[in-house]
């Protein structure tokens, strides 16, 4: 929310990257906490408008964290 990043109407398309960790995890778990988080914020009118959602492992987002664009 500090970066205040504008509201998109209407249908889109989500990319998530993954950074890497030494813990186990599934992918797919972070997909669904991922979307539930742009529309608890606002930043998503709603998940049913979602067009298409790729998500991968990235060694280029920090270890831990989550790139969404």
Do not use: F, Y
């Amino acid at each position: 929310m500090s970066q205040r990043p504008q509201r998109l109407e209407g249908w889109v398309r989500i990319a998530i990257s993954l950074g890497l960790t030494k813990r186990r995890a599934d992918a797919d778990n972070m997909v669904k906490a991922c979307l539930d988080l742009l529309v608890e914020h606002g930043l998503i009118e709603d998940d049913s408008k979602i067009a298409s959602v790729s998500v991968a492992w990235s060694s280029e987002v920090p270890a831990g964290r989550v790139r969404i664009a």
